[in-house]
């Protein structure tokens, strides 16, 4: 009875891990969606990365948001990419992002961290916050080392 219970609650935390390594960092490209705040309204917006090319080719002014590491960040980013890893989002996105009206594009390596930025920006009041998940679904150009000035 004893090797039963061993058994089953490793089979439990077996299927517990799985489900949160296979399904919980990542998501699949292309799911656009809204979450909404407990009183209702939008709190960001999750789209494509081929709907935020479209947003970068048409709108004039936007935010484009690397909420990755700054080692990540001079590997690869895409152009014209800001820099606030996501564990800095609290502290230095009202020094950083000033105009809370533009549009702000975010994106990190996978999807997981824009998503907690993009949610944690909507809580701090900017209304058009975009997450297009991972640089890894990113199929345009993008650049790497030192930003030239």
């Not at 061993?6 to 990542?26: D, E, H, K, N, Q």
């Not at 690397?66 to 609290?90: C, N």
């Not at 209304?127 to 993008?142: A, H, K, L, R």
């Amino acid at each position: 009875m004893k090797k039963y219970l061993i058994a089953f609650l490793l089979l439990g935390i077996f299927i517990c891990v799985s489900a949160f390594l296979l399904g919980g960092c990542t998501r699949k490209a292309g799911n656009s969606s809204s979450l909404s705040t407990s009183s209702g309204k939008t709190a960001y917006k999750t789209i494509s990365p081929e709907e935020a090319k479209q947003k970068m080719d048409s709108l004039e002014h936007f935010i484009l948001l690397d909420v990755r590491t700054a080692e990540e960040f001079l590997e690869q980013r895409i152009e014209g990419a800001t820099l606030i890893p996501d564990y800095q989002i609290a502290a230095e996105a009202e020094k950083t992002l000033t105009e809370k009206d533009t549009p702000i594009l975010v994106y990190c390596r996978s999807g997981r961290r824009s998503a907690l930025a993009a949610q944690k920006l909507a809580e701090l009041g900017y209304p058009s916050v975009y997450d297009f998940g991972g640089i890894i679904d990113w199929p345009y150009e993008t650049v790497s080392g030192e930003e030239k000035n």
